[in-house]
């Protein structure tokens, strides 16, 4: 079956699959857990980038209030969260990355400079960079 035959999300989880295959033996070297790498670097890179409160995060990721809880909950027993009070507001609380999370985080910005060197190497540097200017363009 040709390509021009598939529709684009089956196009996109199927680079997506890909991605993810090559993170999990790169989480394996950095002897982070295989599902880390994934969905706790998904979790930490929106508190990283400014979203740190457990009603905002679960908005953006689109998931319940329970399950958010419980994901945060866990990635603060793994060591790489931890809870604190809003300093303007004792009953919410503020999500901070643990040195733990950081260090996961590096790890995470290594696995995916090899994989964009992998896809360079595949489709060239030039196709490259227009597939992350067309990923970038809003599409709603």
Known sequence: MEDNNLD??????EKLN????LSFIEAKKHEFE??????????ITLIQNGIVTPSLLGKKLNISRQAIHKSINNLCEKGYLC??????????KQINITKKGNELLVCRKEV???VENTIKKNIGQEEFTKLKELLS????
């Open 83 to 92: 809870l604190d009070d809003e300093t303007s507001n004792k009953k919410n």
């Open 112 to 114: 995916m400079n090899k």
């Open 34 to 43: 295989t599902n880390d790498i994934v969905t706790a670097t998904r979790i």
């Open 137 to 140: 363009k809003k599409w709603d």
């Open 8 to 13: 684009i999300k089956f196009l996109l989880l």
């Open 18 to 21: 890909l991605i993810e295959e």
